[in-house]
């Protein structure tokens, strides 16, 4: 086999967990290699995937077509009423625009775009060449939002001005400017808001229910499903909890800080961390021993269903080996937990975006011999899939081709899924979804099998 | 309802750069190379692997805060660097984005500082320069640039050969297959350019490929100034920016510059113009397909004769469905293209003269809330085009028949044909059977034989 090396530059970007070996701790959090072909996206991205599935408000992307047309209703983020989300909004910016300035196009095109859908509030993504033009995004957003007396939202996102995590916090920023303009009339001191939960395949509504079986009241979920109204009331909320920390750490701090709501960090992902989550929510309201109780009622009834089903499952991947590459570090945790209660152990670990103590607590939990990487790229997952002889990869849809060409199975576990795997029912999907592609009949034919091609 | 239309919504249109990454991966060994922000590369393969199913890498020179300040060309350098050590590629296509367009990078000027500064390290790979600004065109416009662009930095001046250069435009694998079988059996040496119909739609690895085998040879794409003749299929491809208008112009190559060959009158066409060119007849296999598709227009003639459908798409495909579709007695009551060259409404007027008669409408330049508006009015019985009108087919129920690209939410885009007797064949029997479906569904008798 063609021998794979890893760019220079990358190499603290990787490692091996080995006993006995004193380890550094792994770069991340730094910008991609020039040259490099990352997974990551842009800060664009990162807005767009956070604010995305905020079904009634005007998504509008001021710059060329590109952007808006590769993020046409790109996620799986479902709504219970309106879907104005799912649709594309440029200015379609013109070399005309570029060289005059695009700010008359971003005023018409609100003004219109306002009028013919009646949005709650907009949401204006800047592209890369927008701050380059001298376009006065927020002048413009100023001059609408008195005309049209709905909140008009700058997101500040051009693509190269930082990460795709930089992305989430221009986000979270525009989302802050709605936070604590609604009223907070009637919220019940048991209340939370859902932070980082996208209603994938309608996975907040399984989460919600949940929490509501608890006599928990559920003021705002974001983003998923997620309504103007809902976001401006956010701050009545006692408990902000916290999925997907890379995209929301930022604003639960910023709500802990302005309105003293303080966060725990959860996950959704698997048995052992869907009830985790539940129980922590009740342990923060420790005079109510009822709401603990009905937790564990959930837990109890939901795992009593699940789990002679998975036994199937279990079975039959005892033993195979998975790689997980996905966008954040703390979902990682999650799914190696999943894996491991469906008899499967981790040979790769990686993320896009994990930071310092996300690794070091890979680190911990992994097994000997497990790759960790950050911001890896198709070379390096392919490298290590094939040497560490993975059965499964877990990723996007960006790793999947990677997995197919190479003869293993894969699991969407990104924005386009179609099958909730969040809750206790979206572990049975996923061990479901695991098991028919690692046992699948047609990797006989692989060429990693040894079959001749 | 008509509203004011500034914004551009439900695009009807991709980007430039992303047609560019579809062309250089159409060349041997090469990486396509976005200079410009990650997102733009991220976005890019994404659309692209949603379609092809394929790995796609493309390496980008992930801008920064300081390279759009003080200029793209050390980011560029380091990276042309780093891919050549890490996929060593004998090419690398390097397309611009908006970022570095408007900065002003030149990128000439920073390859061949590049060359000069590195040259006595490994083999250095060719570069070729596309430039694709996304705020001018759309990506159609980026696969033609980095075609001739392509053709420009390695077409080199030799003595007339038996050669024929085919440029193809932006057909799918299975197309290009099809395009080189025919050309193999009128036994004519020939370079295809690009040729993705490996790379797009290939089989499966038993070891990491950095880059994915098949593509045209660089060395082959040397000879194309020699042909004796290019072949380019594309109406609204004007000669100042296509291969083969380049080819022409340097070289003295002839341009035959074609419709797409979708129905019998332009696969006639293209066949014909082979013959002329090889002075050999069509091989019998071809007569066949021909024959077998003359009567499937028999048996199926009935079923679409005055149907009326709106066809959407790169403006090139349009023309070429235009084509096919008027000799079978359906009217395109709207041919619509996000597409702007200006050639459009004259491309269709050449192929249908009465065009206004039949009440046939052109419009270069739309959306799809544009097209919805028009099928409001317009009440086509189906769309023709990519799977990006499911949105405005699910809403107003008009059945959607997908071809072309994208094809995102339906299986086997790559592999579908449209070109010559074998595409056409394809693509009446699926619309046929479109209407005995839709016909079959009303029916409250459910017949079993239509």
Redesign the interface.
């Known amino acids: 086999?063609?021998k794979?090396?890893i760019?220079?530059g990358r190499q603290k970007q990787i490692f091996e967990k080995k006993s006995g070996v004193e380890q550094l701790d792994i770069s991340c959090d730094t910008?991609?290699?020039?040259?490099?072909?990352?997974?990551?996206?842009?800060?664009?991205?990162g807005s767009r995937v956070v604010l995305y599935p905020v079904a009634d408000a005007l998504h509008?992307v001021h710059?060329?077509?590109?952007?808006?047309?590769?993020?046409?209703?790109i996620r799986g983020a479902v709504s219970s009423g309106p879907e104005l989300h799912?649709?594309?909004?440029?200015?379609?910016?013109?070399?005309m625009?570029?060289i005059y300035g695009g700010e008359k196009?971003l005023y018409?095109?609100l003004i219109?775009?306002i009028?013919?859908y009646k949005p709650k509030a907009a949401f204006i993504y800047s592209?890369?060449?927008v701050?380059?033009?001298g376009d006065d995004i927020e002048a413009v957003c100023r001059k609408v939002a008195k005309e049209t007396g709905i909140p008009v939202l700058p997101v500040h996102s051009e693509?190269?001005?930082?990460t795709k995590k930089d992305g989430y916090k221009a986000a979270c920023h525009a989302l802050m400017q709605l936070i604590g303009t609604g009223s907070t009339e009637n919220i019940s001191k048991y209340s939370i808001n859902i932070l980082g939960e996208f209603n994938l395949a309608g996975e907040a509504w399984i989460i919600r229910k949940y929490y509501e079986k608890m006599g928990i009241e559920v003021v705002s979920t974001l983003t998923g499903d997620g309504r103007i109204d809902a976001v401006r009331r956010a701050h009545g909320a006692s408990l902000n909890v916290v999925q997907c920390s890379g995209s929301m750490t930022w604003l639960a701090k910023e709500m802990e800080q302005k309105y003293g709501i303080p966060y725990i960090r959860v996950s959704y992902f698997g048995i052992e961390d869907m009830s985790k989550s539940l129980y922590d929510v009740a342990k923060h309201f420790p005079k109510r021993t009822d709401i603990m109780e009905a937790a564990k009622q959930v837990v109890s009834e939901e795992v009593k269903e699940l789990y002679p089903s998975l036994q199937k499952f279990k079975k039959a991947l005892t033993g195979k080996k998975a790689a997980i590459y996905v966008g954040g570090a703390f979902k990682t945790f999650s799914l190696i937990k999943a894996l491991r209660s469906i008899g499967m152990s981790v040979v790769l670990a990686g993320s896009q975006t994990g930071n310092k103590d996300d690794y070091a607590r890979l680190k911990e939990m992994c097994d000997e011999g497990t790759v960790i990487v950050d911001d890896s790229?198709?070379?390096e997952l392919?490298?290590f899939i094939?040497e560490k002889k993975a059965d499964l990869l877990i990723g996007g849809?960006?790793e999947?081709?990677?997995a197919?060409?190479?003869?293993i199975g894969f699991c969407d576990h990104n924005h386009e899924r179609k099958i909730p795997l969040a809750g206790f029912v979206g572990m049975y999907n996923f061990a479901l979804e695991v098991y028919q592609s690692v046992m699948s009949p047609v990797w006989q034919?692989?060429?990693?099998k040894g079959v001749k091609? | 309802m008509k509203h004011a239309k500034t914004a551009t919504q439900n695009a009807c249109k991709l980007c430039n750069p992303l047609g560019a990454c579809l062309a250089f991966r159409g060349i041997e060994n090469c990486v396509p190379f976005l200079h410009g922000s990650q997102g733009c590369a991220t976005y890019i393969r994404r659309y692209l692997i949603s379609h092809y199913k394929e790995p796609i890498d493309i390496a980008s020179s992930n801008f920064h805060e300081e390279t759009a300040v003080f200029g793209g060309s050390h980011n560029l350098k380091i990276g042309l660097k780093n891919v050549s050590k890490q996929y060593n590629p004998e090419v690398i296509g390097i397309a611009t984005t908006c970022l570095s367009e408007t900065i002003g990078d030149d990128v000439p000027m920073i390859i061949r500082e590049y060359k000069q500064e590195f040259k006595n390290g490994s083999p250095m790979p060719i570069m070729i320069h596309a430039s694709t600004p996304s705020y001018m065109g759309s990506h159609i416009d980026g696969f033609h640039a980095a075609v001739r662009a392509t053709v420009k930095t390695l077409a080199e001046k030799g003595a007339r050969e038996k050669l024929i250069n085919i440029f193809p435009n932006m057909v799918s694998p299975a197309d290009i297959r099809y395009l080189k079988e025919i050309l193999e059996d009128f036994k004519v040496p020939y370079m295809l350019l690009p040729d993705y119909s490996q790379t797009m739609d290939g089989g499966p690895w038993g070891e990491y490929h950095r880059i994915p085998p098949g593509g045209t040879p660089a060395s082959a794409i040397a000879m194309a100034g020699s042909a004796i003749a290019s072949i380019e299929f594309g109406s609204t491809l004007e000669a100042s920016k296509s291969a083969a208008g380049y080819l022409e112009e340097a070289f003295g190559v002839s341009r035959y510059h074609m419709t797409l060959p979708i129905g019998i009158k332009k696969s006639d066409k293209f066949f014909t113009l082979l013959e002329t060119l090889t002075q050999q007849e069509r091989p019998e296999k071809y007569d066949d397909e021909r024959r077998r598709l003359i009567d499937a227009y028999a048996d199926g003639h009935k079923y679409v004769f005055e149907q009326k459908v709106i066809i959407y798409g790169e403006e090139d495909l349009v023309v070429g469905m235009t084509a096919f579709l008027s000799e079978i007695g359906i009217t395109p009551v709207l041919c619509a293209s996000g597409g702007k060259s200006g050639m459009l409404r004259k491309s269709i007027k050449e192929l249908i003269p009465n065009m206004e008669e039949l009440g046939i409408k052109v419009r270069e330049g739309v959306d799809f809330v544009d097209i919805e508006d028009e099928a409001k009015l317009l009440k086509p019985d189906f769309l023709i085009g990519n799977s990006k009108g499911y949105t405005m087919s699910r809403k107003n129920n008009i059945p959607l028949i997908r071809l072309g690209f994208p094809i995102h939410d339906r299986f086997g885009g790559q592999r579908m044909h449209h070109l010559g007797y074998r595409g056409t064949q394809e693509l009446f029997d699926r619309i046929v059977n479109t209407v005995i479906e839709q016909r079959q569904n009303a029916s409250s008798i459910g017949y079993t034989y239509m």
């Open positions: 086999m063609e794979i090396t760019l220079e910008s991609s290699l020039s040259g490099s072909v990352s997974q990551r996206a842009c800060v664009f991205c509008l710059g060329p077509i590109g952007c808006a047309a590769y993020t046409w209703d799912r649709l594309s909004f440029s200015t379609d910016l013109q070399e625009d570029v196009k018409h095109s219109e775009l009028e013919q592209t890369c060449i701050g380059l033009i693509g190269f001005k930082g790229n198709p070379v392919s490298k094939l849809v960006k999947r081709p990677i197919f060409k190479l003869g034919f692989a060429p990693r091609i």
